[in-house]
């Protein structure tokens, strides 16, 4: 597959020693092994013959080789990766994971849209302004819930407003649609409303309405839900844009932990506000996708400084997080934390040793020698001195 996206690109045209593959090789074990430089990673490779062999590499690459190529060769080529492999995998993603399943919409297809912004050094990252004296980057990223698994990414200047950092935010019909309200847009929810998509947003603070009916609230169960209404958008632009003839529901939940009152807009007038209300929650799970791969993969320390190997460096972190994902889900026969995962493959990696060892036989806890060792080591009591 890697071979079929570096012919598309011609990315190894004029490389007769650093090839694509290369590449990919020495940034994946660098997000493994949580390299912080380029001489980290060339050190780590070149740390045995055997594990350079084992790579399938004919020598660890040179610092100055890897930036080089961080500089020259188009990230698009691990862009198209990624998409490829999402694709290909897309059937066992699905089968192999069990996110928390809403009973009245089982079955439908929910995208999460969201955003996260990593922090650069503008001295050193002059390209990627964001405020006076400070540098970043924003990854916009649509996130399937039956994967469990970011599909669409896009990589932007931090400044780039998160309702057009995604080409795509009208999907197929039936679709479901959770966001912020950082994408709370009239025209965008008449697009959706025409193309039979369910949008669930926070409906924003200044927002002109007018109540049509109010629905009854169960007594004895959801206390958390306070009310239930039906709205109609009544401010000069949305009647100008026309989603001001569209009938709305606006739930109000009440978040105990943050003390707080949370508006819910959404153009389905139909299911439970329970319903509504955990659709809503299921944000949380893009939130912890972009947690797990802020701690647990290198997106926040980068290796090269130019724009093309800041977003080459995140594709193959996007890489490394969906084959970490195969692994656990299709070999690991019991639930791992992902940082606790990560952890152990990070440990294990240069014993070349199989997945399904790695995965279903190391643990925590003592190990006992069980026989003679072939080889033992003597050690002198003089031996530093």
């Not at 002059?126 to 990414?153: E, L, Q, Y």
């Not at 439970?272 to 996708?289: M, P, Q, V």
């Not at 639930?335 to 643990?363: D, H, M, P």
């Amino acid at each position: 597959m890697l071979a079929r996206c570096t012919e598309a690109h011609k990315s190894d045209k004029g490389r007769s020693r650093y090839k694509t593959f290369d590449q990919f090789v020495a940034l994946t074990f660098g997000q493994l092994n949580k390299c912080f430089t380029l001489s980290d990673i060339s050190t780590g490779i070149g740390v045995s013959e055997t594990f350079i062999s084992s790579l399938g590499l004919n020598q660890s690459p040179a610092r100055s080789t890897m930036s080089d190529g961080n500089k020259k060769r188009n990230y698009k080529v691990f862009e198209t990766l990624y998409d490829r492999l999402l694709s290909h995998y897309s059937h066992i993603l699905s089968k192999r994971y069990q996110s928390h399943i809403i009973k009245e919409i089982e079955d439908r297809s929910i995208k999460l849209i969201d955003s996260t912004i990593i922090s650069l050094c503008l001295s050193m990252f002059d390209w990627a302004k964001f405020r006076t004296a400070k540098g970043g980057i924003k990854i916009h990223t649509c996130w399937d819930d039956t994967m469990m698994i970011p599909d669409v990414v896009n990589i932007t200047l931090a400044k780039l407003h998160d309702r057009y950092g995604l080409e795509q935010l009208v999907f197929a019909k039936g679709t479901i649609i959770v966001e912020d309200r950082a994408y709370f847009d009239f025209l965008l929810m008449l697009q959706r409303v025409k193309a039979e998509n369910v949008f669930v947003t926070r409906i924003k603070t200044n927002t002109v309405y007018e109540t049509i009916a109010e629905l009854e609230l169960p007594n004895d169960t959801d206390q958390d839900i306070l009310r239930d209404e039906i709205i109609k958008l009544s401010g000069n632009k949305a009647i100008k844009t026309g989603i001001g003839e569209v009938r709305l529901r606006l739930v109000h939940v009440y978040k105990a932990d943050e003390n707080k009152i949370i508006e819910i807009i959404t153009n389905q007038l139909d299911w439970t506000a329970r319903t509504i209300a955990d659709l809503y929650k299921k944000r949380w799970d893009i939130e912890l996708f972009f947690k797990a791969i802020k701690q647990n993969l290198q997106i926040k320390t980068f290796v090269g400084t130019s724009k093309n190997a800041v977003k080459s460096q995140i594709y193959i972190a996007l890489i490394t997080y969906l084959l970490l994902q195969l692994i656990v889900r299709t070999i690991a026969k019991k639930k791992y934390a992902f940082s606790n995962f990560v952890e152990k493959i990070r440990i294990c990696l240069t014993f070349c040793l199989t997945l399904y060892y790695v995965c279903n036989q190391v643990g925590e806890g003592a190990k006992k020698i069980r026989g003679k060792p072939q080889e033992e080591l003597a050690f002198r009591t003089d031996l530093f001195s």
